[in-house]
C-alpha cells in the first residue's frame, strides 16, 4: 500500500499521539498536545501525516528558526516498519525545509537509540562537532 503524505488535520490528533507513545517518543516533560499546538499555531513549522488507507500510520514535525531547520517526533508505526515509509517522511519533511530556504536540517538522537543513529546515518545525516547543553528553568521531572 502506498503512503499518502499530507498535512495534520485535527482530527489526526489522538492517532498522532498515540504513533508517538508506540514509537517512546514521549517523554514526561513534553506534553504533545502542547507540542501540537505550537508547531499547528507557528508560520515557523508543520506536522506531516503519512497514512494508507486513512489510518496515521507516519508523522514528523518540522521546523526553521530562521538560521536551520529542525526535524522532531518522526515516527513510523512498528508494524509498517522497513516499508520506507520513515526514508519518505523525511525527504517531505527536507523539501518543506528547502521551500522555505533552510540551508540546513539539524535533530537529535538520544544516544541509547542507536537504531535511529544508523536510520539517519544511512540518509546522509553527519555527526556534528558540537556539544549539546541544556537546563531546566523549570522543575526538572527527574526531581519528582
Known amino acids: 500500500m502506498t503512503l499518502h503524505i499530507r498535512d495534520f488535520r485535527e482530527a489526526d490528533r489522538a492517532a498522532l499521539i498515540a504513533l508517538w507513545g508506540a514509537c ?10 502542547a507540542d501540537i499546538d505550537r508547531a499547528v499555531t ?12 486513512d489510518l496515521v500510520v507516519a508523522g514528523v514535525m518540522v521546523g526553521h528558526d530562521g538560521h536551520r531547520g529542525w526535524i522532531y517526533y518522526l515516527a513510523v508505526s512498528p508494524d509498517r516498519k522497513a516499508r520506507g515509509h520513515g526514508r519518505e ?54 526531581a519528582d
Open 24 to 33: 517512546a517518543l514521549i517523554r514526561p516533560w513534553n506534553d504533545p498536545n
Open 42 to 53: 507557528s508560520r515557523d513549522a508543520a506536522i506531516l501525516v503519512g497514512t494508507v488507507d
Open 89 to 142: 517522511m523525511m525527504a517531505e519533511a527536507e523539501l518543506w525545509l528547502t521551500s522555505r530556504g533552510a540551508p540546513k536540517v539539524q535533530l537529535m538522537v538520544r544516544g541509547e537509540n542507536q537504531h535511529a543513529a544508523a536510520f539517519y546515518d544511512a540518509l546522509g545525516y553527519e555527526r556534528q562537532d558540537v556539544t549539546v547543553l541544556g537546563k531546566w528553568l523549570t522543575l526538572s521531572p527527574e
